[in-house]
């Protein structure tokens, strides 16, 4: 190893502390093993040019991705701590600078000393590619494909038993809360504020895996359907169906939310999926389940939202995660439901109930990282690794939120068919507390 005055590693971080405006908030160790920045702490691990390279040609968040995903760049120690280091710098508004002149020329004065300037290197494989107008069904089917039909052994490892892929519940700090008790809660909150009985006829669009079909008909004794893009799910969730034998109450169709039929049900859910509509097509969605839901029916609406309306996450999000995902405020939700003809009851947020379910299923990536590796390989790995500590960050940090929604079709004299009684406390524990 080379000492901190000389080597690579000095003058990348003399460039990079210039573009930040401040000093560099993690170490950094060059191909060469040089070294140089803040020593105990993560460090940043350019394993060579083509790291630079790619930052060179990219120099956003798509290329630090494209380096990390590709192994170009790596980082030692923990990487929740070194993203939130430079997002506390974006907060203060050092990473946010703009690149001078004098900043480029310098940059480029390095490279080319470096060895670093050279052709674009290709991204890497398991980056998005999509075809296509935006939030076409053909599109829409490509988008959710390449998160979802990852397969369905890779989310076996990552999830509780249920294979809910979506915020949990957690009411009990006690030992041996787990995620699955949490999960668990969740599936029976949203089953709660729907008030679903035997005989409900259930629809869960975006249903996933199936884990509140299956948890609605198993233990509410309703008649459930469910939709999804994916066939993977579509797969897992007919075989658990069968597993169960519940084939005479539950079905799961494969197809889009605007190819359900107009059969009215008592109560409709759709758990973080309206994320994946579009701005455009969100008074359609919105409007679809207004029309699915009979008059007096409830709608559970769980999604996340985030202070403006954009692309989901960032570049990184939508170039290996989530394509063509779309957040926006919970008010712009609140208000394409409104205008569809639903009236809002109840908003539960639900942000820090996620900062633990992500960093659940991170610590269970880590503690089965060889088994995700043999499974969907180490780029897949690397970028779900990345994927969970910097979504955990964002909701830790309020810069995302999730939220579930209760909303009603009223009936045409007004009525919402609602309880004056939110709910919240169960009547038997009332009457025992006032005892």
């Known amino acids: 190893m080379r000492d901190g005055k000389t080597g690579h590693a000095p003058a990348l971080a003399e460039v990079v502390e210039r573009v930040l405006g401040a000093e560099l908030p993690v170490g950094l160790r060059a191909w060469d093993g040089s070294e140089a920045g803040p020593s105990g702490g993560p460090r940043v691990v350019l394993r060579s040019r083509r790291a630079l390279r790619r930052l060179l040609w990219n120099p956003d968040e798509l290329g630090l991705a494209r380096a990390y995903v590709s192994g170009d760049l790596d980082v030692e120690g923990d990487l929740t701590t070194g993203l939130r280091r430079f997002w506390g710098l974006a907060g203060a508004?050092?990473?946010?600078?703009?690149?001078?002149?004098?900043?480029?020329?310098?940059?480029?004065?390095?490279?080319?000393?470096?060895?670093?300037?050279?052709?674009?290197?290709?991204?890497?494989v398991e980056e998005a590619r999509l075809a296509g107008g935006l939030h076409t069904r053909r599109r829409d089917r490509a988008a959710i494909a390449h998160h979802y039909d990852l397969g369905n052994e890779f989310y076996e490892l990552l999830l509780d038993p249920t294979m809910a892929y979506s915020c949990a519940y957690w009411p009990d700090g006690e030992p041996g809360y787990d995620l699955a008790d949490a999960q668990r809660d969740k599936l029976e909150l949203i089953c709660r504020k729907l008030a679903l009985r035997p005989g409900t006829r259930l629809l869960d669009v975006g249903c996933g895996w199936g884990s509140l079909l299956l948890h609605a008909a198993r233990h509410h004794g309703v008649r459930a359907t469910g939709v999804t893009l994916s066939s993977r799910q579509h797969a897992h969730v007919s075989r658990r169906i069968d597993e169960l034998g519940l084939r005479d109450t539950v079905d799961v169709r494969l197809r889009d939310y605007r190819e359900i039929p107009d059969e009215p049900f008592d109560a409709v859910a759709s758990v973080e999926m309206g994320e994946h509509v579009g701005e455009e097509n969100y008074p359609v969605y919105a409007s679809t389940l207004h029309r699915l839901l009979r008059p007096g029916g409830r709608l559970l609406l769980q999604q996340m939202s985030r202070g403006s309306t954009a692309p989901g996450g960032g570049a990184f999000i939508e170039s290996y995660v989530a394509p063509d995902m779309t957040m926006r405020p919970l008010s712009r939700t609140l208000t394409h439901l409104e205008h569809a003809g639903l009236e809002i009851r109840d908003v539960h947020a639900l942000r820090e109930h996620y900062v633990r379910t992500v960093r659940e299923w991170a610590a269970t990536l880590e503690r089965r990282w060889d088994e995700?590796?043999?499974?969907?390989?180490e780029g897949q790995a690397r970028v779900w690794r990345l994927y969970l500590a910097g979504g955990a960050l964002a909701f830790e940090d309020n810069r995302m939120g999730v939220d579930q929604i209760l909303a009603v079709r009223p009936t045409t004299d007004g009525a919402s068919g609602m309880p004056w009684d939110r709910g919240d406390v169960p009547a038997a524990d009332r009457v025992a507390s006032e005892g």
């Open 93 to 124: 508004g050092g990473a946010r600078r703009r690149l001078s002149v004098p900043d480029r020329v310098s940059l480029l004065r390095t490279a080319a000393r470096l060895g670093v300037l050279g052709p674009r290197p290709r991204p890497p």
């Open 372 to 377: 995700v590796v043999a499974l969907v390989g």
